[in-house]
């Protein structure tokens, strides 16, 4: 039977001050990621309603016309059952399912004849607002 040599292993110093580095780092780091979150979430937003911008622009190459306000942005998923059906309109949908924003609620969509606004509305869920609650619009 081999004994352990003492280089086998580390000391209770060499862990301590491991320890120390890592809880230093942690502690420099941890503030600067903190205030990321609204960030990241507006920019989901506004990734969102570029990619649904996309899809409704597919849409009216295919059809003629965006959805109107009332068959919303569920045309996308589902052929709409309501006039003015598309004429043409692809199988499977434009997007697969039509996403809530980041802070859970339904995106707004709005047609305006052959323009569209589409609008997320920020942190606090109502129209208007700065900073993390303002709106993030694509038109």
């Known amino acids: 039977m081999r004994r ?3 280089e086998a292993g580390f ?3 060499e862990i301590m001050i491991v320890v120390f580095i890592v809880g230093l780092l942690a502690t420099l780091v941890a503030p600067r990621l903190m205030g990321r979150t609204d960030e990241a979430r507006r920019a989901k937003a506004a990734a ?3 990619t649904l911008a996309q899809a409704l622009d597919l849409y009216r190459l295919d059809s003629g016309l965006y959805p109107t306000t ?7 998923v589902t052929r709409p059952a309501t006039a003015p059906v598309p004429r043409v309109w692809r199988d499977g949908g434009y997007v697969d399912q039509v996403p809530a924003d ?5 995106y ?4 305006t004849g052959d323009r569209f606004v589409l609008k997320s509305l ?5 129209e ?6 303002g709106d993030i619009e694509h038109r």
Do not use: F, I, M
């Open 122 to 126: 920020g942190g606090d869920g109502v």
């Open 128 to 133: 208007g607002g700065e900073g993390n609650a």
């Open 102 to 106: 980041p802070w859970g609620n339904a």
């Open 70 to 76: 009332s068959q919303g942005l569920a045309a996308l």
């Open 108 to 111: 707004v969509y709005v047609a």
């Open 4 to 6: 352990p040599s003492r």
């Open 11 to 13: 000391t209770l110093l």
């Open 48 to 50: 969102d309603l570029a």
